[in-house]
């Protein structure tokens, strides 16, 4: 036993590990313009929301979408869900990119099978909202909207009441925010309406919202702040969308929003609008054309090289150090993969198989997604590329889930099951099955549920 101790210390004593990053185009989700908003509860299920009036929902990492609703008088432009089931989407109202609904929230307590509008605020009703945080599993804030009038608008109890605040003392639009707990946070936006005569504008609120003091104003007139991103507690860093064709900054603080300072982006004019962090060095930048892709830096913004993917990037989300999403023009998905010289040297395996899937037993998606582990992870290996399907049945046999459905190619692989069902619903706790199935292999296992 102590020999064999010995060896496995050795191995990672000897075994050289490195990660590789990458962003994927995921093909599935029609193009359109620009998707405006992207939200994931789990690494599997999440929603993308277009200028259309669009919401399209995923079950399996991006690999497929389905669209679920569709509103043509609404431009929708930001999304945010607490769980499984209950999401709210932001109306950027009418007068803006020809829209007319005058809906400002629309909310689903299914998954987003249904959506209806958010009936009264406690304060005046914003005339529409553009971006959207969600604090924690009973806090969410919005602000709007892009050419104006600043609106903040909170709720405290997962969306059963909200209020809102006119805003216009502070800013003529407010584009996007983000709070670090339910008392502390940002919102950016612009000085003026139009946005030609107008300054990039950053407010800080210590107290819920409640009351706002602007912290900074851009030098330049004709630009204004689009979108936020902290990947810290104390690093953030804002985008500067400029029309006028000059060079373009965007704005950083270390301090947590307490001060921020200008940095050049390009001397060449581009059109900035997505900006999003993974940790205080790595992020991106997007906003161009379909002609154009993002630009990354690796040193917290001194330098920028082109990315290499995404088109009219607005929007980022990071789920974790090695996992994340993107909305632009279609959907992307950045993964890190960490390998070993002995798992790249390694031969194809020899024979299909199904591991137990761990952890097991598992929380919740709601309960483990807060403690930052959501779901269980399932294991399979394959010795030929081969289509694979896992399906989920309960103790009768009936079918709760699709897991997986595609081909994969021979090798090792993992999926996430997030404990809910094809329609958004948690499962209760229990015992579950999961049943892997190719054209040459077949193989079940148990696992349970806890809560």
């Known amino acids: 036993m102590v020999r064999n101790l010995w ?143 600043a609106f903040f608008a909170r709720t405290t109890n997962r969306g059963k009441t909200w209020t809102s605040k006119d805003m216009s003392q502070y800013a003529a639009g407010l584009i996007d925010v983000y709070f670090f707990h339910p008392d502390t946070g940002v919102a950016v936006g612009l000085t003026k309406a139009p946005n030609d005569s107008a300054h990039g504008v950053t407010l800080l609120t210590v107290d819920g919202g409640q009351t706002w003091e602007r912290r900074y104003v851009t030098r330049r007139i004709g630009e204004w702040c689009w979108k936020v991103s902290f990947p810290s507690r104390q690093v953030g860093y804002a985008a500067l969308q400029r029309d006028k064709t000059s060079s373009i900054n965007f704005l950083k603080t270390t301090d947590g929003g307490k001060t921020w300072q200008e940095k050049l982006f390009s001397n060449s004019y581009y059109f900035v609008q997505g900006i999003g962090f993974i940790n205080e060095k790595t992020g991106w930048i997007g906003g161009s054309s379909a002609a154009s892709s993002g630009y990354q830096t690796t040193d917290g913004g001194e330098t920028w090289q082109p990315a290499g993917f995404g088109s009219r990037l607005n929007r980022f989300r990071f789920l974790s150090d090695t996992l994340g999403y993107a909305a632009g023009q279609r959907a992307y998905k950045y993964t890190v993969r960490t390998t070993s010289v002995t798992e790249r040297t390694a031969a194809v395996p020899e024979s299909f198989s199904l591991s137990q899937n761990f952890p097991n037993p598992f929380w919740s998606e709601a309960t483990s997604r807060l403690a930052g582990n959501p779901g269980t992870a399932i294991k399979f290996t394959l010795p030929k590329a081969a289509h694979v399907r896992i399906t989920v049945f309960d103790l009768n046999g009936r079918q709760i889930d699709d897991i997986l459905n595609q081909t994969r190619e021979a090798g090792t692989h993992t999926v996430v099951w997030d404990a809910a069902d094809k329609e958004g619903r948690l499962l209760r706790a229990g015992v579950y099955f999961y049943k892997l199935s190719t054209a040459d292999f077949t193989a079940t296992r148990k696992m349970i549920l806890l809560r």
């Open 7 to 149: 060896m496995v210390i050795l191995f990672f004593a000897s075994a050289v590990f490195s990660q590789t990053s990458s962003w994927q185009t995921l093909n599935s989700v029609p193009i359109v313009t620009r998707y405006n908003d992207i939200y994931f509860v789990t690494p599997a299920r999440g929603w993308i929301a277009n200028g259309s009036g669009q919401i399209y929902r995923t079950l399996d990492g991006g690999v497929s979408w389905v669209k679920q609703f569709e509103k043509s008088t609404a431009h929708f432009r930001s999304i945010g869900f607490v769980d499984s089931l209950h999401g709210w989407a932001g109306n950027v109202g009418p007068g803006e990119f020809g829209a007319t609904d005058t809906s400002t929230i629309y909310q689903t307590a299914d998954g987003g099978k249904t959506w209806t509008p958010v009936q009264s605020f406690s304060g005046p009703k914003p005339r529409g909202l553009c971006g959207m945080h969600v604090v924690n599993d009973s806090v969410i804030c919005a602000v709007g909207r892009v050419r104006g009038p």
